[in-house]
T-cell receptor, first 114, second 111 residues
Framework: DAGVTQSPTHLIKTRGQHVTLRCSPISGHKSVSWYQQVLGQGPQFIFQYYEKEERGRGNFPDRFSARQFPNYSSELNVNALLLGDSALYLC?????????????FGSGTQLSVL | RKEVEQDPGPFNVPEGATVAFNCTYSNSASQSFFWYRQDCRKEPKLLMSVYSSGNEDGRFTAQLNRASQYISLLIRDSKLSDSATYLCVVINTGTASKLTFGTGTRLQVTL
């Protein structure tokens, strides 16, 4: 069975550009969450989507947006990239709205902003 | 004060040693607690949940102390393969969709 898949695995952008990251949850999972992990830190919550609606938002600027599609896959968009946006972006899926112990992470997208 | 705090380490221990990590959390209303393991450049993976009564899974034991607002992870008979970063995770009441991670504690087990 396929786990959570993310694309691309690596990405290099320059300041001011825009980026779209993609995530496909485990089949049957309806919840997708996005996390940002800066080197040396734990993952920070960005968004959660459940049944195609935003259910939670972390402390990130409006440059960050996301959406969930009818097939439960998700996109994370970041506009006007800053150097500080360089990080590993993790997507996690779960069956229900509450993640917790049933949260499964993808291997992430490593974003470098130059 | 950070919501979830951990000693970043690194903890360098010989194979076979017992090592313990603590994690403190600031929100007394926190409701669920977990330990995740993250290998270098990989995604976090659930290691175990943490219950007030304590729970054990093989060489790993997790404890929760609500009065002092900390959780612990004990690893007995350390293996080389235990080398990783251990992330403390908390879910707070009212934000059930959000996991709050600590910065992680790095463990290096050596021969």
């Amino acid at each position: 069975d396929a786990g959570v898949t993310q694309s691309p695995t690596h990405l290099i952008k320059t300041r001011g550009q825009h980026v779209t990251l993609r995530c496909s949850p485990i089949s049957g999972h309806k919840s997708v969450s996005w996390y940002q992990q800066v080197l040396g830190q734990g993952p920070q919550f960005i968004f959660q989507y459940y049944e195609k609606e935003e259910r939670g938002r972390g402390n990130f600027p409006d440059r960050f947006s996301a959406r969930q599609f009818p097939n439960y896959s998700s996109e994370l968009n970041v506009n006007a990239l800053l150097l500080g946006d360089s990080a590993l972006y993790l997507c996690a899926s779960s069956l229900g709205r509450v993640g917790g112990e049933k949260l499964f992470f993808g291997s992430g997208t490593q974003l470098s902003v130059l | 004060r950070k919501e979830v705090e951990q000693d970043p380490g690194p903890f360098n221990v010989p194979e076979g040693a017992t090592v313990a990590f603590n994690c403190t959390y600031s929100n007394s209303a926190s409701q669920s607690f977990f330990w995740y393991r993250q290998d270098c450049r990989k995604e976090p993976k659930l290691l175990m949940s943490v219950y007030s009564s304590g729970n054990e899974d093989g060489r790993f034991t997790a404890q929760l102390n609500r009065a002092s607002q900390y959780i612990s992870l004990l690893i007995r008979d350390s293996k080389l393969s235990d080398s990783a970063t251990y992330l403390c995770v908390v879910i707070n009441t009212g934000t059930a969709s959000k996991l709050t991670f600590g910065t992680g504690t790095r463990l290096q087990v050596t021969l």
